[in-house]
C-alpha cells in the first residue's frame, strides 16, 4: 500500500519506515514559532520545567505581530518578556513588526518543503502551503520542545481533496476553501491531514495556497499539504530534487475520505455570522448594507490580494459611511505594493493603509467595530466578539468580493477577482 504526503513526511523525520496513520510517533522538530501573545506562557512554563538552555536557538523564531503597536496597557508586558527571554537565550530570529508570524515564517526562508514545524497559534497550518508539516500547538508542549527538540504526534489520517479544471474569472482560493469548509463542517476535519491535488491546484500561486492552507483548521484540521513544484522552489529559493517531488500522495493510499470538485462549479462565497462553516453564494447575499470592509491578515494580506482589490478599486471611490482598512501581511509585502502603485490605487479609492501585523482580525489595533456594525472581511474567523463587541456581523470572503462591497456599500458580487 502507498503512502500519504503526511505519512513520507512522517517516515523521513523518525526513520520508521512503516509509520502509518494512527500510529504515535516522536518527530525531530526542524523550526519553531512563538508569537507576542504567548511568549510570557512559554517563557515561565519553559523555565518551571526546569530548562536552562534551548535545544536550538536557531531554529526558535520569536515574531511579535498581534500586539504591535501596543493597543492596551498589558501588551507591554508581553515585548518586555520576549525581549528578556530573546536576550538571556540566545534567540537569533526576532521579528518586532516585520509582519504577521504565518507570512514570515514562509517569506524569510524559515520553513523548507518537507520540515515538521510547530508554532503557537492555530493557523500553523499555513506553511502546508510549501508541502511542510505544520500545526499549532499550545504554551506547555512548546516549552517542551524548546527544551528537548522533539514533540509527540499521532499521525493524522487523510482526507484528499481534488480539484480539476479552471476557476471561473471571479473565483479565488478563498472561495474555493470557504466551499470546502462548508462542504466539510467546522469539525469535519478534526485531527486529519487535507491532502490537496489536481491541474486547479496547481495552476495556483503559492500565495493562493497559503490561503488554502491557513484556513484548514477551521474544519478542523491538523494540517494541509501540498506537494512542491516549481512555483514552491522559486518562493522557498531551493532547487527541486527527489526529496521535494516525492511529497506527493500516492494512488493506492488510504484515505479515510476523497472529494473531487470541478474548479468551473466554484463561485464567490462568504461564510456568514457567526461561523466559518455557514458558507452561502454572495449572489444568495448581495443587497445587504455593510459598515466596514477589512482586507488583509494571513489568509488575504498578501501582494496578489492587494492587487486584486486594487484591479477592482481602481478609478472608483469607497462607498460614503463605509470605511476600507488594508492592512498587508509583512514588511516587504508593503514596500512591494507601494512600489507597484497598488498602495496609491487603494488609497485614492479611499482606503485606510495600516501597519503590517494582525490588527482587526484578532480584535486589537486596526479598527474594532460595535453593536449592530457588519464587516466584510478576508481573513478567517467570524466568530461572536473577533473584531469588537459579539454584536458585531462578520462576514468572510475574498479580496475581490471585499473590495466589491467597498464600492456598493454592500454585499456585491465581484466581476472578476483581477
Known sequence: ???????????????????????????????????????????????????QTLWDPDKVVLIYDHLVPASQIDDTRHFRIGNA?????????????????????????????????????????????????????????????LGTGTMWIK?????????????????????????????????????????????????????????????????????????????????????????ETSLVGDEDARCIRELNYRAEDFVPVMACPSQVDKVRPVAQLEGIPIDQVFIGSCTNGRLEDLQMAAAVLKGKKVAPFVKLIVTPASRKIYEEAAADNTLSILAEAGAMITHPGCGLCCGRTGGILTDGERVVATNNRNFLGRMGTPKVEIYLASPAAAAACAVTGKITVPECAG
Open 1 to 51: 500500500m502507498g503512502a500519504t504526503v503526511i505519512e513520507k513526511i512522517v517516515r523521513r523525520n523518525t526513520g520508521i519506515a512503516d509509520a502509518k496513520a494512527g500510529d504515535i510517533v516522536t518527530v525531530k522538530v526542524d523550526r519553531v514559532m512563538i508569537h507576542d501573545i504567548f511568549i510570557p506562557f512559554v517563557a515561565e512554563k519553559f523555565e518551571e520545567m526546569g530548562f
Open 85 to 145: 527571554f530573546a536576550r538571556t537565550y540566545g534567540l537569533k530570529h526576532v521579528h518586532r513588526s516585520d509582519g504577521i508570524c504565518h507570512q514570515l515564517m514562509t517569506e524569510a526562508g524559515y520553513v523548507k518543503p518537507g520540515d515538521v514545524v510547530f508554532g503557537t497559534d492555530s493557523h500553523t497550518t499555513t506553511y502546508g502551503c510549501v508541502g511542510a508539516f505544520s500545526s499549532g500547538i499550545g504554551y506547555t508542549e512548546m516549552a517542551s520542545i
Open 155 to 243: 499521525v493524522p489520517e487523510t482526507i484528499r481533496v481534488r480539484i480539476n479544471g479552471k476557476l471561473p474569472p471571479n473565483v479565488t482560493s478563498k472561495d474555493v476553501i470557504l466551499t470546502l469548509i462548508g462542504d466539510l463542517g467546522a469539525d469535519g476535519a478534526t485531527y486529519c491531514a487535507l491532502e490537496f491535488s489536481g491541474d486547479t491546484v496547481s495552476q495556483m500561486s503559492v500565495a493562493s495556497r497559503m490561503t488554502i492552507a491557513n484556513m484548514a483548521i477551521e474544519a478542523g484540521a491538523k494540517c494541509a499539504l501540498f506537494t512542491p513544484d516549481e512555483k514552491t522552489a522559486d518562493y522557498c529559493g531551493i532547487t527541486l530534487t527527489e526529496k
